[in-house]
């Protein structure tokens, strides 16, 4: 599983004529690859709610979204995993299957849910156009 993680003010997804909206906190782009499990989908949710990554009066990251009571917007993102040093055209044979990918997808959404913050998603498998309003700008790539 790989997630990108962005601090945002402000994100929207558009896809088929819809449009989810969040306001601060972050934005995560969701990669699943083969062999990925529910035991990732849960370790990768209790640690993306429990990251620093928010600053306190100090200017100092030491606040999780959950403290900061932020909204969180979740894009799957096959293409983390296109390996593109085998060519010039990228091969995503490290991504794991749609159908499988979809319910590991839901199930991170639904993990994430239980935190009683705001969560809206992209739809899996779907031309989507993001729009992002980093704050920071913050970056952070996990991978396990």
Do not use: H, W
């Amino acid at each position: 599983m790989k997630v990108v993680i962005q601090r945002v003010k402000r994100a929207s997804v558009i896809f088929d004529n819809n449009e989810n909206n969040i306001g601060e906190g972050m934005v995560i782009f969701l990669g699943i690859a083969k062999g990925d499990t529910e035991d990732k989908v849960k370790f990768f949710s209790n640690k993306i709610l429990n990251l620093r990554i928010f600053e306190n009066k100090d200017n100092k990251m030491d606040k999780s979204i959950l403290e900061i009571k932020g909204d969180i917007l979740i894009v799957s993102e096959f293409t983390l995993y296109g390996d593109c040093f085998s060519g010039n055209r990228p091969d995503f044979t490290l991504a794991e299957r749609p159908d499988l990918a979809e319910k590991l997808f839901n199930s991170f959404v639904e993990e994430l849910k239980k935190s009683g913050l705001k969560v809206e998603k992209g739809k899996f498998k779907s031309y989507m156009q993001v729009n992002i309003c980093n704050d920071g700008p913050v970056t952070f790539v996990l991978e396990k």
